[in-house]
């Protein structure tokens, strides 16, 4: 079995790849939604960006560690009622299984909202790819945010 390689992902490529990020967003939304954890550090500096105030957060597990769990939870669901299009971010859309299952979940909640989605990191073995994202991941990624306060 082969190890897992890590890469650390400090906060200026962050930066750069934020804003490189929103210049490939092309559609407007009227709320933002960040997956926690990962997402949670993209919505808030995106709302501060776009000057929303509609910034919300949802929680998923789908990982213990470095390994993936059978199922993805969705839970704390905010309430999305007076939104028409929302974007969800997340830091990477490895699998895909978290974000499907959000958009499963959020669109049984929300019929008629517009869900958009947009990650730093996908990877195309995903089963769903989102409509924007920045680059691929050469292997498992240590965000700063999980990091730099351990070290």
Do not use: C
């Not at 939604?33 to 509609?54: F, T």
């Not at 974007?87 to 699998?95: C, E, G, M, Q, R």
């Amino acid at each position: 079995m082969n190890p897992i390689t890590r890469y650390y992902y400090p906060y200026q490529e962050y930066k750069q790849d934020l804003k490189t990020l929103i210049q490939k967003i092309d559609q407007s939304f009227d709320a933002i939604l960040g997956i926690a954890r990962g997402g949670l550090s993209m919505a808030q500096m995106l709302g501060e960006y776009y000057d929303l105030r509609e910034v919300y957060a949802l929680n998923t597990i789908g990982y213990d560690d470095t390994q993936k769990n059978d199922s993805v939870e969705v839970f704390n669901i905010p309430n999305l009622r007076s939104a028409k299009q929302v974007l969800i971010v997340d830091d990477i859309v490895d699998s895909g299984d978290t974000l499907v299952e959000v958009l499963k979940v959020l669109g049984e909640a929300y019929p008629k909202v517009t869900f958009l989605t947009a990650s730093l990191f996908y990877k195309p073995t995903a089963q769903i790819m989102p409509d924007w994202y920045v680059k691929e991941p050469k292997g498992w990624i240590e965000f700063f945010w999980s990091e730099d306060l351990n070290a």
